[in-house]
């Protein structure tokens, strides 16, 4: 069995692997260039949601990418200076677009999403961290009943899969969320949703905890992995040169590049997302509420009310486009007429997606004793804790609980 075991990422995915490879009795090194969640984590919607099953690429959307490009509020814009380099990843997806890749997708997400609280509920507990993670239920909100009847495909979907869905009047949605514009008139209530108050904190806490439970954080950026004459792994790093015997890489958006010095091509792109977080609020919030024409999620956390959502195709090395976030703050505007927007931060970072919005999870089909766990797309907080119990599974040599095989690295 792999005894010292490499991390490579302090994202919330490359903690949970950490603190579940730490409960298998395994050594464990966290390897990151910045400080535990400080990149991709640090910033998003905080979602904890076991129902977030359905692909970024749906059937019919390839009908919608037009308006959405022209929309001035839309959920996506593409950088034409990149979209030469992104035109084979972007085929890919939308040849996702499928009612069978669809269904594909949702059966393969939902035994990874669906036990989310239970496996954070060790890591939480062991980090005294529980009182960051709410479990108050998330409210889907339209403001046309088009758009309402629209919807019922992809929820009917998740209803099959065991997701529990209340559909709402307009009545119950002013009850739950006084604070709304009152044009939101359509709604679902997903009541087995949480969300975390603090995704940079929530990292954060597993992180040190591993530290406190014996592992190493060791500061630096891995630039490939070797493989060892006998077994086992050696990591270039920009400090020293680092060995084990097995290695997760957990690298977000940048695992791309690890894969391949290994010798797997994974078509691994960025859907840049972007928040705005308004500290003055004064909007009494008490759940997540999802504008699900604008793939905008409201979320009350510590440190304010948050709006993160949209997609930006500009590869990794493109400066923010900070007008992105203005378009969260205007929609803020329209959910909330009375929010207080004196005071307002925004923040970019990278959403690690596949085309079919699947994860890759488990092991290296070319190099033994790597293993992935990156690819999280838009369901990363969500998916964390279910693929850091199947990687500590995997690595200490156990029948994971969840089938791996939809997740391959060479399934493309």
Known sequence: MNRNVIVVGAGIVGVCCAGWLQRKGLSVTLVERDAPGEATSFGNAGSLSPTAVLPVAMPGMLQQIPGWLLDPLGPLVVRWS????????????????????????????????????????????????????????CLYVYDSEEEFRASRQAENMRRKLGAVLEDLAESDIRRM????????????????????????????????????????????????????????????????????????????????RLAASVGDRIPLETQRGYHVTLANHGVPARRMVNWVRRRVFATPMEMGMRFAGTVEIAGLAAEPNWARADVLLNIAQRMYPDIDASAVSRWMGHRPCLPDSVPVVGPSPRAPGVFYAFGHGHVGMCGAPGTGRTIAELVSGEKPQVDIAPFRADRF
């Open 82 to 137: 990149y979209l030469p380099r992104a035109l084979p990843w972007l085929w890919r997806f939308i040849r996702c677009a499928n009612v069978e890749q669809m269904w594909r997708t949702a059966n393969a997400l939902r035994p990874l999403l669906a036990p989310i609280f239970e496996c954070y509920e060790p890591l939480v507990r062991n980090a005294n961290a529980a009182d960051l993670i709410r479990r108050e239920g």
């Open 177 to 256: 969320e006084p604070a709304l514009a009152p044009g939101f008139k359509w709604g679902t209530y997903a009541p087995e949703n949480g969300f975390t108050v603090n995704p940079h904190r929530l990292t954060r806490a597993i992180a040190d905890q591993v530290v406190t439970d014996g592992g190493r954080l060791v500061r630096a950026e891995v630039h490939a992995i070797e493989l060892r004459r006998g077994g086992g792994v050696v990591l270039r790093t920009s400090a020293d040169e680092l060995a084990a015997d097995a290695v997760v890489v957990a690298a977000g958006a940048w695992s791309q």
